[in-house]
């Protein structure tokens, strides 16, 4: 919020017919207030969440999830989108893109939670999981990213917590936890999806098999 409409944030330098994106995964309320303040200034700010992982973005393939202003994108903002992804959704009104953005994110953790638990299945029953990621390709279940992924739950514990490696790991927990947070704070209180939710972000050290909790719990 500061650094949009805080002092010597965006907004004050901004000229009217300004079009401003917002691609942090932050509340999807959060932009919808932004955008009244920006329009208070003739200025239009809109959400365009990007939902993909590092090598789709390395290579400007990812989707862009945009939730747009009343009056449209104007036709620089919608080329500069486009260059920047692989394809472009227009989602709704604004606020829309981010909901859209944290629902991909919610589906791409459960399927690591899922592939994770998976695996431990399998060796609790004497297999191994190379044979479980043979039927899910077979049956086409499995996805690039979940395909990545699955890589870190089969690494041996002393790699995973080695000290060149494990800040990484804690920092992708970390940002996997605020996603969900965000999709826990959009689900109301009596839904069937807010346990799940919640279950997820606070066992995300087990599904990257960190053996405990890390420093911030």
Not at 2 to 30: C, E, F, K, N, Y
Not at 86 to 114: D, H, R, S
Request: proline share 6%.
């Amino acid at each position: 919020v500061q650094v949009v409409a805080g002092p010597g944030g965006i907004l004050d330098g901004a000229r009217p017919g300004t079009s401003v994106a917002v691609h942090s995964t932050v509340r999807p309320g959060t932009v919808v207030e932004l955008a009244g303040t920006a329009a208070e200034r003739d200025v239009v700010l809109f959400d365009a969440g990007g939902a993909g992982g590092a090598d789709q973005a390395r290579r400007g393939e990812r989707a862009i999830t945009v939730g747009g202003p009343e009056r449209g994108l104007s036709d620089a903002a919608r080329a500069a989108l486009g260059s920047s992804g692989g394809v472009v959704v227009e989602c709704g009104p604004v606020g829309t893109g981010l909901a859209t953005k944290i629902a991909v994110n919610v589906m791409t953790y459960l399927q690591f939670a899922g592939i994770s638990a998976a695996f431990e299945v399998v060796r609790a029953g004497g297999g191994d999981p190379d044979a479980v990621v043979e039927v899910l390709r077979h049956n086409d279940m499995y996805g690039a990213l979940t395909e990545q992924f699955s890589a870190v739950p089969r690494m041996d514990a002393a790699d995973k917590t080695a000290e060149a490696f494990a800040p990484y790991l804690w920092t992708t927990i970390g940002l996997a936890e605020k996603d969900l947070d965000l999709a826990v704070a959009l689900s109301p209180d009596d839904a069937g999806p807010r346990p799940i939710l919640e279950s997820v972000r606070d066992g995300m050290w087990r599904v990257y098999g960190m053996g405990a909790p890390g420093p911030r719990d």
